[in-house]
């Protein structure tokens, strides 16, 4: 489904309703949780372009997660506050003990300096593309080691998950 609203165009994948039926159909609060927060986050940020006098040209709601791309020509500064409002927002919810976990987590994944993540494209407006991609890829291949060798299935799933986000983000 896409819609236009006051010329952002939201897509609504229907992969988006299979993770809710998931959810809802083996009982994995956890995970609408998380659907939850993942939404605050992003509000931050287009809250964080409202602000800025701006808005998203494009919001896209899949099983990767959701994903905001503007068109806005911001200062280095600014773009800086548009990537980590997210990631403020959660730290807000964690600071007021609300989902911790939760929030923990989308802060920590949030923040790594893994293209196409906050904590990466942060990175990438202070360093060259080639280096960021490095680094990103040095990131994921480490984070798969690790969760392999401390079998942390849950940490594998997320490294898997980034993989795939950036591999569909470009589709935004």
Do not use: W
Not at 16 to 39: C, D, E, G, H, P
Not at 156 to 172: A, H, Q
């Amino acid at each position: 489904m896409v819609f236009n609203i006051y010329g952002c165009k939201l897509k609504i994948d229907f992969s988006f309703f299979l993770i809710i039926a998931f959810s809802v159909l083996f009982n994995a609060k956890s995970l609408l949780k998380l659907l939850i927060f993942a939404s605050f986050h992003e509000l931050g940020h287009i809250v964080s372009l409202y602000l800025m006098k701006s808005r998203p040209s494009n919001i896209n709601i899949s099983f990767y997660g959701i994903g905001l791309k503007h068109n806005a020509k911001l200062s280095t500064l600014n773009e800086l506050i548009f990537l980590l409002s997210g990631i403020a927002v959660n730290t807000v919810f964690f600071l007021l003990n609300i989902e911790q976990d939760t929030n923990y987590r989308l802060i920590a994944v949030n923040a790594l300096p893994v293209l196409p993540l906050d904590g990466g494209r942060a990175l990438s407006l202070f360093v060259p593309e080639g280096i960021m991609k490095m680094i990103s890829a040095v990131c994921l291949v480490l984070l798969a080691l690790f969760s392999l060798i401390s079998l942390n299935l849950s940490l594998l799933i997320i490294v898997v998950y980034i993989f795939v986000y950036s591999y569909f983000e470009e589709e935004l």
